[in-house]
C-alpha cells in the first residue's frame, strides 16, 4: 500500500495582523512560510492520501491517514472540489480523486521522448521473449508503471498496464531502482522502508540486498518465483544524464522461464535494451 504523503503538519495556525498593504502572517510564521507554505503542504497531504487501495475516502479517514484537524480536512476538501480535483459523492458522503489531480499526475511521469524511444524496443523484447516488458519509476514508496508491453504469446493474465504500482521492499523491480541510487539516498530510502515494514524488514532487508548485488555482479536483479511462485522476472535499471532512474523488467511464466533462461538469456537481453535506451537518450537534448 502507498504511504501517505510526507508532509504531515500538525496544530500550525497562523496568526494574522493588520499591516498598511493588508494582512501579514506574524513573525514567526513568516520565518516558517520561507521554507514551506503550509496550506499548500496541507492541500497536497489530503490529495495524497488518495490510493489505488483507496479510492473513496471521508474526512475523517483521511484526517487520521494525514494527521490534520477534521475542521481542517473539511475546508481542504471543499476547496479541492471546487477547484476540480476531487469528486464528492454526496450519497456516501466521500470524496474521490477527479480529472484535474489526475492530469498532475500523467504531466508529472510524462517524457515524451523516453516513452517514444522505448516503446519500439520494449515491444520487440516482449514479443522475442514472450513475456510482459514494463517501464517503471519511483513514486514514494512504490514503483508506478509508466509503459508496458505484453508479448502475443506471453500467455500471461498479469495486468501491469500503466499506473499499475509496485512496492519498492517487495519487488525485484524495486531492488533493482535501489541499486541505481547514490549510497545516502538508498540509505535514506532504505529507513523509510524500514519504518513501514516493521517486523516484516530483515526478511526484506536481506532480500533486496542480495538483488542489489545481482545488479552490480550481472547488470540485472532476478526473481525466479520467489515473491509470486508462478512469475518470474528480471529487472535493471535505465540511468539516463538529469533524469530519476527509471526500471526496466521482464516477467513471465516461471514454468516457460526457469532460472537458467532468466540467467543467461532475459537478463542480459534486458540489460542489453537498457543500455541502448540510455545511448539513444542520452545524446537526445531535452
Same mark, same amino acid.
Given at each position: 500500500?502507498?504511504?501517505? #504523503?510526507?508532509?504531515?503538519?500538525? $496544530?500550525?495556525?497562523?496568526?494574522?495582523?493588520?499591516?498598511?498593504?493588508?494582512?501579514? =502572517?506574524?513573525?514567526?510564521?513568516?520565518?516558517?512560510?520561507?521554507?514551506?507554505?503550509?496550506? %499548500?503542504?496541507?492541500?497536497?497531504?489530503?490529495?495524497?492520501? #488518495?490510493?489505488?487501495?483507496?479510492?473513496?475516502?471521508?474526512?475523517?479517514?483521511?484526517?487520521?491517514?494525514?494527521?490534520?484537524?477534521?475542521?481542517?480536512?473539511?475546508?481542504?476538501?471543499?476547496? %479541492?472540489?471546487?477547484?476540480?480535483?476531487?469528486?464528492?459523492?454526496?450519497?456516501?458522503?466521500?470524496?474521490?480523486?477527479?480529472?484535474?489531480?489526475? $492530469?498532475?499526475?500523467?504531466?508529472?511521469?510524462?517524457?515524451?521522448?523516453?516513452?517514444?524511444?522505448?516503446?519500439?524496443?520494449?515491444?520487440?523484447?516482449?514479443?522475442?521473449?514472450?513475456?510482459?516488458?514494463?517501464?517503471?519509476?519511483?513514486?514514494?514508496?512504490?514503483?508506478?508503471?509508466?509503459?508496458?508491453?505484453?508479448?502475443?504469446?506471453?500467455?500471461?493474465?498479469?495486468?501491469?498496464?500503466?499506473?499499475?504500482?509496485?512496492?519498492?521492499?517487495?519487488?525485484?523491480? $524495486?531492488?533493482?531502482? %535501489?541499486?541505481?541510487? =547514490?549510497?545516502?539516498?538508498?540509505?535514506?530510502?532504505?529507513?523509510?522502508?524500514?519504518?513501514?515494514?516493521?517486523?516484516?524488514?530483515?526478511?526484506?532487508?536481506?532480500?533486496?540486498?542480495?538483488?542489489?548485488?545481482?545488479?552490480?555482479?550481472?547488470?540485472?536483479?532476478?526473481?525466479?518465483?520467489?515473491?509470486?511462485?508462478?512469475?518470474?522476472?528480471?529487472?535493471?535499471?535505465?540511468?539516463?544524464?538529469?533524469?530519476?532512474?527509471?526500471?526496466?523488467?521482464?516477467?513471465?511464466?516461471?514454468?516457460?522461464?526457469?532460472?537458467?533462461?532468466?540467467?543467461?538469456?532475459?537478463?542480459?537481453?534486458?540489460?542489453?535494451?537498457?543500455?541502448?535506451?540510455?545511448?539513444?537518450?542520452?545524446?537526445?537534448?531535452?
Amino acid at each position: 500500500m502507498p504511504e501517505p #504523503f510526507a508532509v504531515r503538519p500538525r $496544530g500550525h495556525h497562523h496568526q494574522f495582523k493588520a499591516g498598511k498593504t493588508g494582512p501579514r =502572517p506574524a513573525p514567526r510564521d513568516r520565518a516558517e512560510s520561507g521554507v514551506m507554505v503550509t496550506p %499548500l503542504a496541507r492541500g497536497l497531504a489530503v490529495l495524497a492520501a #488518495f490510493s489505488a487501495e483507496q479510492i473513496w475516502m471521508g474526512n475523517k479517514q483521511i484526517a487520521l491517514d494525514t494527521g490534520l484537524p477534521p475542521s481542517t480536512v473539511s475546508r481542504m476538501l471543499r476547496s %479541492l472540489t471546487t477547484l476540480g480535483y476531487l469528486h464528492h459523492d454526496e450519497a456516501q458522503r466521500k470524496y474521490r480523486l477527479a480529472a484535474t489531480a489526475l $492530469g498532475l499526475g500523467y504531466a508529472a511521469i510524462a517524457d515524451g521522448d523516453l516513452q517514444r524511444v522505448a516503446g519500439p524496443e520494449m515491444r520487440r523484447l516482449a514479443e522475442s521473449t514472450d513475456t510482459y516488458v514494463t517501464l517503471s519509476m519511483r513514486d514514494r514508496l512504490n514503483l508506478v508503471v509508466i509503459d508496458s508491453y505484453l508479448g502475443s504469446q506471453a500467455m500471461l493474465s498479469l495486468d501491469m498496464t500503466p499506473g499499475t504500482r509496485m512496492s519498492i521492499a517487495c519487488s525485484v523491480a $524495486g531492488a533493482a531502482l %535501489l541499486a541505481a541510487l =547514490p549510497e545516502l539516498e538508498r540509505s535514506y530510502l532504505q529507513t523509510r522502508l524500514q519504518n513501514k515494514a516493521d517486523r516484516e524488514w530483515p526478511a526484506q532487508r536481506r532480500r533486496i540486498a542480495e538483488k542489489i548485488s545481482q545488479v552490480h555482479e550481472l547488470g540485472f536483479a532476478m526473481s525466479p518465483g520467489e515473491w509470486v511462485p508462478e512469475l518470474s522476472s528480471a529487472s535493471t535499471p535505465v540511468i539516463i544524464p538529469e533524469r530519476p532512474p527509471w526500471v526496466l523488467s521482464c516477467t513471465g511464466l516461471t514454468a516457460r522461464i526457469p532460472r537458467v533462461r532468466l540467467e543467461r538469456e532475459i537478463g542480459p537481453r534486458l540489460v542489453a535494451t537498457a543500455q541502448l535506451l540510455q545511448q539513444k537518450l542520452a545524446a537526445q537534448p531535452h
